[in-house]
């Protein structure tokens, strides 16, 4: 069973506002991840990180900063949030075991840009 | 670039069928392919993953099959129940090692 926490689990904040997204794992993976998924269509990759101190841009990845300065840490900043921004947001952390890497999810947290 | 499809979109069958869901990709030179279940409102969990050296995984009443020549994956539902309505979705890892993922396949089993 993976344990993966996200915090808040909802936001509504105004326009401008800088927001920090909490993600925590408890299972010592090295990989993590963070998607937005907007009601009914993919996931779209923001920012992934291979380890500690290791941080790379995904698809969406221009407005937002990540950071991981622990191996259990990876928190998504966003510097001014628009209501474009308005979606929900997924962290994920995987490891490799046996020949197989698993995706783990976290409970998304939805965000509301006013 | 990967892409990811899946058909049908959306599908809603009564209480004790079995299903078939769709999941197709443009580039066969995948490291795995895996199935996720989404309930509304909530993060991914996931069903089976296939290597690409399997051809399918089974879990209970769920079975993935894996074609990489033809670039598809099926998930097969046995007996549908209710609780199984929700949304499906899959993912190819390529050679980045990062999921590539489809929409989904909202499934809805009504009693």
């Known amino acids: 069973e993976a344990d993966i926490y996200q915090t808040p689990r909802y936001l509504v904040i105004g326009t401008g506002k800088k927001i920090t997204l909490e993600c925590s794992q408890t299972?010592?993976?090295?990989?993590m991840y963070w998607y937005q998924q907007d009601p009914g269509m993919e996931l779209h990759l923001i920012h992934y990180s291979y380890g500690v101190n290791s941080t790379e841009k995904g698809d969406l990845s221009s407005e937002s900063t990540v950071s991981r300065i622990r191996t259990e840490h990876f928190p998504l900043t966003l510097e001014s949030a628009r209501p474009s921004h308005t979606s929900q947001y997924l962290c994920a952390s995987s490891h490799y075991y046996q020949g197989q890497e698993t995706q783990y999810f976290g409970p998304g947290t939805r965000l509301l840009v006013l | 670039k990967q892409e990811v499809t899946q058909i049908p979109a959306a599908l809603s069958v009564p209480e004790g069928e079995n299903l078939v869901l769709n999941c197709s990709f443009t580039?066969?030179?995948?490291?795995?392919l895996q199935w996720f279940r989404q309930d509304p409102g909530k993060g991914l969990t996931s069903l089976l993953l296939?290597?690409?050296?399997?051809r399918e995984q089974t879990s209970g009443r769920l079975n993935a099959s894996l074609d990489k020549s033809s670039g598809r994956s099926t998930l097969y539902i046995a007996a549908s129940q209710p609780g199984d309505s929700a949304t499906y979705l899959c993912a190819a890892t390529g050679g980045s090692y990062i999921p590539t993922f489809g929409r989904g396949t909202s499934l809805i089993v009504h009693p």
């Open positions: 296939i290597q690409s050296s399997q």
């Open positions: 299972m010592g993976h090295d990989k």
């Open positions: 580039d066969s030179a995948i490291y795995n």
